[in-house]
């Protein structure tokens, strides 16, 4: 049975998480063989080579893109993708995917939400900030778990508890800013994955120098170390993106962004079976707040 239209953008969202999940377990293996900058920028410039013969595939390689969109989709490539992307890696190293997917992934639809109240003025009913109050409890007890048990593991914890909340900020950033480009324009959902990707890639580029860290580190010699960038890349970056893009499309960044959210679900799997420790808090916790996300936006 054909689904109605208005459940495409939903669909993509959801799309988008499980990519994202898949991608997240393969980028912690090499995550700490690469610093964060270089392993964004790497897997940024690999997607670059995957979108644009996608684009002349499809045949949209002259589809025009105004200013005003160019704009928007430049500046969410640098906070959402250069940004964002970078603290969710460091966050990554710092406390697993477990715990990081599930801070970035419940935060970021709070943090959308907001500012699209503010700046696209999609409200919410009064069901919504019931729904806020659910999630930030939800997050607020898993953040509360003692899991580690010396000063500079706690210490470590903290640090990588505040990084996933930058990323969870910038990426929030970004998708509204995506969002207002499909408003106020008649971008298709493979151009804005490409220029998000250009904005991203141009701040790495730029800011990954200042840093004084190396472009080519040893351990890009590794034949291993590719095949897990591109078998992430191609998952989490290119797919996860043009789903992301096409559900900012077809629903507001507020829900898209919720829906990517459940993540943190499909990642809880992918940690049992490698036999890490995934504590009843931690499964509880993630549940409560994604109750309230589905809460946020029961209704259309």
Request: aromatic share 12%.
């Amino acid at each position: 049975m054909e689904l109605p239209f208005y459940h495409i953008g939903e669909l993509a969202a959801l799309g988008a998480a499980f990519l994202w999940a898949v991608a997240t377990v393969l980028f912690r293996r090499i995550g700490f063989e690469i610093p964060p900058l270089l392993l964004n920028l790497l897997k940024g410039l690999v997607s670059l080579l995957l979108v644009g013969p996608t684009l002349l595939l499809t045949q949209e390689s002259h589809t025009p893109v105004e200013p005003a969109g160019w704009l928007l989709l430049l500046l969410s490539g640098v906070f959402g993708i250069g940004c964002g992307d970078t603290f969710f890696f460091a966050s990554l190293n710092r406390i697993g995917e477990g715990r990081s997917v599930l801070i970035v992934e419940t935060v970021a639809p709070l943090f959308a939400t907001l500012f699209s109240m503010g700046f696209l003025y999609e409200f919410l009913p009064l069901q919504g900030f019931l729904g806020i109050a659910v999630t930030v409890a939800g997050v607020g007890w898993v953040l509360a778990e003692r899991t580690t048990p010396s000063d500079g593991a706690r210490r470590r914890a903290k640090r990588g508890i505040l990084l996933g909340l930058a990323a969870a900020f910038f990426q929030a950033v970004g998708s509204v800013l995506s969002r207002a480009a499909f408003l106020h324009t008649e971008i298709t959902p493979m151009w804005s994955t490409l220029i998000r990707l250009i904005g991203g890639n141009l701040f790495l580029l730029v800011f990954i120098p200042l840093r004084g860290q190396a472009l080519f580190p040893r351990a890009l010699m590794s034949l291993k170390i590719w095949t897990f960038i591109l078998a992430a890349t191609f998952f989490g970056t290119y797919l996860g993106i043009l789903f992301q893009q096409i559900s900012l499309k077809y629903t507001s960044a507020g829900i898209a962004q919720t829906l990517m959210g459940t993540s943190a679900l499909f990642v809880l799997p992918f940690t049992l079976l490698r036999g890490e420790r995934v504590s009843l808090r931690a499964v509880l916790g993630a549940l409560v707040a994604l109750c309230g996300i589905f809460l946020l936006f029961s209704l259309k």
